[in-house]
Each structure stands twice: as C-alpha cells, then as structure tokens.
T-cell receptor, first 113, second 111 residues
Framework: GDSVTQMEGPVTLSEEAFLTINCTYTATGYPSLFWYVQYPGEGLQLLLK?????DKGSNKGFEATYRKETTSFHLEKGSVQVSDSAVYFCALTSGGSNYKLTFGKGTLLTVNP | KAGVTQTPRYLIKTRGQQVTLSCSPISGHRSVSWYQQTPGQGLQFLFEYFSETQRNKGNFPGRFSGRQFSNSRSEMNVSTLELGDSALYLCASSDGWNEAFFGQGTRLTVV
C-alpha cells in the first residue's frame, strides 16, 4: 500500500537558518503530493502541493519539488522565522475515485530567536 | 467562504459510552473524510464519503461509523468507547479530486 516516510525530528533551528525536511514515498500510479502544517491546538493547513513529476509547489517561502526518480518531496525554506514553529506533515493521495490522504509521522520544527 | 466546521471542539466521555461528532464541509464540497490523530499512531484515515456514499474505509473496527447527509454535512459515531479512542478527530473537505481542507478538530478524551 501507499506510505510516506519523513524525518521525525524534532528539528531545532535558529531564526534565518536554512530548513530541509526530507520526505520519501511509496505509491502505486502517480500520486499527488502535499505538505501540511499544524500549529499548536489547530487542525491541518495545506502549505503546498504538487500533482505531477517535476512540479514545484511553493507558498510563504517554502518550496518542494516532486521527484519521481527518487520518490521524494523534500520541504525547504531559505530563512526560517519563529512563526514557522509547528509540526509539518508530508502526505500523498493516489487519487482516482477514492480520496484518501496517507500521511508521514510529522516533523516538529522549533525556531529560536 | 466559510471553512470546515467541526463540533464540538472538546468532549469528555466515559468508557462504554458512545459519541457523535459533526463536520460541516466547505460550501460546494461533496467529499468529507475523517482522520484520527494520536501521538503514537499519527494521522490515520477512518473513512471518506462522497455524495452520501462511503467510498473508502480505513482499518478501524466496526465501532467507528459515519454517514453523510444530502447537504454534505457528515457525522461520525464511535460506540462502546475505549480509553484508546482518546484522540483528535479531524474532518477534511474537498471536491473529491483536489486538495483537502481540514477543520480544527474535535478533541475526544475517554476516561
């Protein structure tokens, strides 16, 4: 079945540091890939997405590129802020007529001033 | 456009009781999915409904059930509650093919 593996962290960075959170996947067919973010006490917010190979999703300074050859979708940001502190989830859906998201375990990011 | 609304936000129940959670999707969305989030298991898919039909179901016991109404609102029910059912239950709304938008969740505590 489908699965997502991401670095579990926690990751602690200083403000303005470079961020990478690794994500690899196993799926049948051609999945769509997502990064969601969860702030304390909140639900999940969609951060970015990519629906086909070589697509780059981007939002709020975060980027991730759909790499089919390495089955990866790593999240990056050039300069993190304290407000980026949250849990980040990599996810996929293999789509079709059944909409089901498969999530990684989540990565807790803490950014210190 | 209003987002996904889940009620109630918090619940405390006793073992053996049953509970019903509600989810109102984004207007126009016909797909509603439910997920259970726990520290140990992470985010696990419960089921998805599209136009009142269950299209997909996760690997949960029959105590977990759901339904969707003609206005796309959905409810999930958990019967004979166990301590291990304590979790954050998240509802997601989509048009069935594109990205899902999540509600803030219902925090269920079983004592």
């Amino acid at each position: 079945g489908d699965s997502v593996t991401q670095m579990e962290g926690p990751v602690t960075l200083s403000e303005e540091a470079f961020l990478t959170i690794n994500c690899t996947y196993t799926a049948t067919g051609y999945p769509s890939l997502f990064w969601y973010v969860q702030y304390p006490g909140e639900g999940l917010q969609l951060l970015l997405k990519a629906t086909k190979a070589d697509d780059k999703g981007s939002n709020k300074g975060f980027e991730a590129t759909y790499r089919k050859e390495t089955t990866s979708f790593h999240l990056e940001k050039g300069s993190v802020q304290v407000s980026d502190s949250a849990v980040y989830f990599c996810a996929l859906t293999s789509g079709g007529s059944n909409y089901k998201l498969t999530f990684g375990k989540g990565t807790l990011l803490t950014v210190n001033p | 456009k209003a987002g996904v609304t889940q009620t109630p936000r918090y619940l405390i129940k006793t073992r053996g009781q049953q509970v019903t959670l509600s989810c109102s999707p984004i207007s126009g969305h016909r797909s509603v999915s439910w997920y259970q989030q726990t520290p140990g298991q992470g985010l696990q898919f419960l089921f998805e409904y599209f136009s009142e039909t269950q299209r997909n179901k996760g690997n949960f016991p029959g105590r977990f059930s759901g339904r969707q109404f003609s206005n796309s609102r959905s409810e999930m029910n958990v019967s004979t509650l166990e301590l291990g059912d304590s979790a954050l239950y998240l509802c997601a709304s989509s048009d069935g093919w594109n990205e899902a938008f999540f509600g803030q969740g219902t925090r269920l505590t079983v004592v």
